[in-house]
């Protein structure tokens, strides 16, 4: 199993990234995938998730409106369209397995493998 983040890098204020997520070992079809931040001296945060059955995309509401969650089955990866970026969203950025119900979908306990982080830096 592997899960393997990539995109991220530094942005302008405003601009936009887009971060992968490519799985390996396991298929999308029987995991959801959820994306994590954690930025320095703040504690995880969870920022969006993709169910493994219905599709079902979820966000935080730091993120919703200028974050966008999809997956491609085909090529096993999820994608984050971060748009609109913030000076506060700099965090290094996870992705991780999981099939939380909904109602734990933000719980990081919730997800058994995780990716190793991408870094996203948003200049003001």
């Known amino acids: 199993v592997q899960l393997q983040a990539s995109g991220g890098g530094l942005a302008q204020a405003g601009g936009s990234l887009r971060l992968s997520c490519a799985a390996s070992?396991?298929?999308?079809?029987?995991?959801?995938i959820g994306w994590f931040r954690q930025a320095p001296g703040k504690e995880r945060e969870a920022v969006s998730y993709?169910?493994?059955?219905?599709?079902?995309?979820y966000y935080a509401n730091s993120v919703k409106g200028r974050f966008t969650t999809s997956r491609d089955n085909a090529k096993n990866t999820v994608y984050l369209q971060m748009n609109t970026l913030k000076p506060e969203d700099t965090a290094v950025y996870y992705c991780?397995?999981?099939?939380?119900?909904?109602?734990?979908?933000?719980?990081?306990?919730?997800?058994?493998?995780w990716g190793q982080g991408t870094q996203v830096t948003v200049s003001s």
């Open positions: 070992g396991f298929r999308l079809f029987d995991y959801g």
């Open positions: 993709i169910r493994h059955s219905t599709g079902q995309i």
């Open positions: 991780a397995r999981g099939r939380p119900v909904s109602s734990a979908w933000s719980t990081s306990s919730m997800y058994d493998f």
